[in-house]
């Protein structure tokens, strides 16, 4: 029997346990990346773990999310990150350098190695042959300290792709129609891998996008496999000697097949408010808009961004559209400049934005009430772009330009669009801060008044009682439990601020509801925590008194993330019990240590007498963690 191309990367780093679906295995991580959002709490969670020496071959701390200066908070914590980053021999990446997932797979990621980001588009690196994961930032940080991570042994889902992609349908297009058959959870406790004859139609730059929003499928990565067009990409990016030769058995198993073919696909959309919500253009029809967005880590390529050039080049934004273009990185920017795109670009009316992940996080670029945007990000979450009531459509570049030049949202397909030579790039050091001569005794923590500890939790004792503070319903995202705009973005380093806000999307009440009830349980649907890695999901929730979350499903990092805080994820042995829970139900697990380490545990509502039976799903090592009272206290205990 054959071996996928991810049970080899994995096989290649399994330090424990059997690599078979379910079964929890802990791997060697050779790199880690952090960004600036949520790179504050890895790097105060790394101090707490009080390290001499970071265990992985690389790390990287980029700065792309909290780049605009309104006042001194992100200035401080990108000082901070500096200066941690130095102290643990970790590289920094400065504002302006780009995007850091784009700067990655340019500069660091090398083939059949693994890394771990705190970031949920980290599987951007399998588009060169990488196991790339986003998890929570304490997993992070733990990675660093010790090199290893622990997960479930996903399924491996093969994407069969054949044919090849017609002018002015791209990649986009392609994970577009993969989300539209598999959904946002159909990814979940599974990799996807991606085969066939039709990869070698995909440049790196077309893979790198696939697997990048591989993310909003729920699943633990995706990857393509290492090869010419690999070498290709590495040798452009003056990195040739990294390449490696990677590819699957030709007789690999798979649990499920997806067969797509590319000549047969067209442009797509995936309509507000879900990245799964998808459609064809042309069924869509010529709707007016008022906005449109190039760039985020999904959309910001060289190749990318060529292409809307092209396709602006001696032509005119509609005078109904604001058009902005932000690229993935400092190299693309300078290539723009040099050969004369960036502007064609801006002699078309559009506006150049910084090198940074910007409106793709609501950090500016906001739509106008009850606008329509066209994006070629990743999530079109409601109220995710800073404006609650906008219409929020996800589409390709190719999509993106022509709908800007046209007014409403339409193609090119019965134009001609122009092909786009291969070129080199150049490394340009200069945004990069090597940790030279780096030492932990003799290099200070910059640590601003913005700056508050992370919460943590207690030891899980006898019964555990608490008050349903909150009943929300299916695809419950990070954004739904801690908003993520620029009112509130430079605040991410202080998690006492931010539980003013937490759930605000759902209930504004939630927040002092908590308060009140001193410990709460959540209700929750189907897939909850969907959407990004960020842990202040489940650190400000932890703040608030929140002790146990009782849901359906859970998507997979947020369920990682509550654990790690020491918060019970608890699934519905019964899905019907959901709809029986009422806000302000008085829970009580008795004896819960004891039953933390059952299959089952009993929740009792005192205020109706009904039982529920919920099923934890715990592994030994998730047992060990909730009973500490999460991952930090584990840790210190073992020492």
């Known amino acids: 029997m054959g071996k996928t191309l991810a049970y080899k990367i994995l096989e290649n780093h399994l330090i424990e346990g059997t690599l078979s679906p379910g079964e929890e295995i802990k791997i060697k991580i050779d790199q880690t990346l952090t960004q600036d959002s949520t790179g504050t709490m890895v790097y105060l969670q790394l101090e707490a773990m009080d390290v001499e020496k970071i265990q992985t071959e690389l790390s990287v701390a980029y700065i792309d999310h909290n780049t605009l200066q309104t006042g ?47 970031d949920s588009h980290t599987p951007t690196g399998g588009g060169i042959g990488m196991i790339a994961i986003g998890a929570g930032g304490l997993d992070v940080a733990v990675a ?10 996903p399924k491996v889902i093969n994407v069969k792709l054949t044919g090849k992609l017609r002018p002015w349908v791209s990649a986009k297009d392609v994970i577009l129609y993969v989300l539209q058959q598999l959904s946002v959870k159909g990814g979940v406790g599974k990799i996807v891998e991606y085969t066939g004859e039709g990869v070698k139609t995909l440049s790196v730059t077309d893979r790198a996008t696939i697997t990048n929003m591989g993310a909003e499928l729920g699943a633990t990565t995706s990857v393509f496999p290492s090869d010419e067009n690999t070498k290709a990409f590495m040798e452009s990016q ?48 010529p709707i007016k808009i008022d906005q449109v967005a190039i760039g985020s880590c999904t959309n910001s390529s060289y190749t990318d961004l060529m292409k809307v050039a092209a396709i602006l080049k001696g032509r005119k934004v509609s005078e109904n559209v604001r058009l902005v273009i ?227 499903s859970f998507a997979r990092i947020h369920r990682s993330n509550l654990i790690n805080s020491g918060i019970i994820p608890l699934v519905f042995a019964d899905p019907a019990d959901y709809s029986t829970l009422k806000l302000g139900d008085k829970l009580i697990i008795e004896d819960a240590a004891a039953q933390v380490e059952r299959e089952e545990i009993i929740v009792r509502n005192e205020t109706t007498g009904k039982e529920y039976r919920m099923l934890p799903n715990l592994s030994e090592l998730e047992k060990k963690m909730i009973l500490r009272g999460g991952k930090i206290n584990l840790i210190k205990s073992e020492e």
């Open 326 to 552: 932000s690229p993935g990185s400092s190299k693309i920017l300078a290539k723009l400049a040099s050969n004369g795109a960036l502007a064609d670009m801006i002699s078309a009316g559009a506006r150049i934005i910084e090198n940074a992940c910007g409106p793709c996080i609501g950090m500016g670029q906001s739509p106008k009430s009850s606008g329509v945007s066209l994006r070629t990000f990743n999530r079109n979450f409601k109220g995710r772009s800073g404006t609650k009531d906008a219409d929020i459509y996800l589409v390709s570049p190719e999509t993106a330009a022509i709908s800007a030049i046209e007014g409403v949202l339409t193609t090119g397909m019965n134009s001609e669009l122009a092909e786009i030579p291969p070129v080199n790039f150049d490394f340009n050091d200069n945004f990069i801060v090597y940790p030279k001569d780096s030492n932990k005794e003799n290099t200070p923590v910059a640590m601003g008044p913005n700056i508050k500890p992370f919460p943590l939790n207690v030891a899980l004792g006898g019964a555990l009682k608490a008050e349903v503070v909150l009943c929300a319903g299916d695809n419950i995202t990070t954004d739904d439990i801690m908003p993520s705009d620029s009112r509130i973005l430079r605040y991410r380093s202080n998690v006492p601020y931010l539980s003013n806000y937490c759930f605000e999307n759902i209930d504004t009440e939630f927040p002092a509801r908590c308060k009140a009830a001193g410990n709460g349980a959540v209700v929750g649907g189907e897939n909850y925590g969907q959407g990004s890695s960020r842990e202040h999901a489940a650190l400000v929730p932890l703040y608030l008194g929140v002790r146990f979350v009782m849901a359906k």
């Open 72 to 118: 001194f908070e992100n200035a401080d914590d990108h000082e901070f990150i500096k200066s941690v980053a130095k102290r643990h021999g970790v590289l920094f990446s400065k504002p302006g350098n780009g995007i850091c997932h784009q700067l990655h797979i340019e500069n660091f990621g090398i083939p059949g190695k693994t890394l771990l980001g705190s």
């Open 144 to 153: 660093m300290a010790r090199g290893t991570y622990s997960l479930v042994t």
């Open 238 to 285: 003056g990195r040739g000697d990294d390449f490696v030769p990677l590819a699957p058995d030709t007789d690999a198993v798979y649990d499920e097949v997806l067969e797509v073919n590319l000549s047969e696909l067209e442009p797509l959309a995936a309509k507000p408010h879900s990245p799964d919500n998808v459609d064809s253009v042309k069924n869509i029809g």
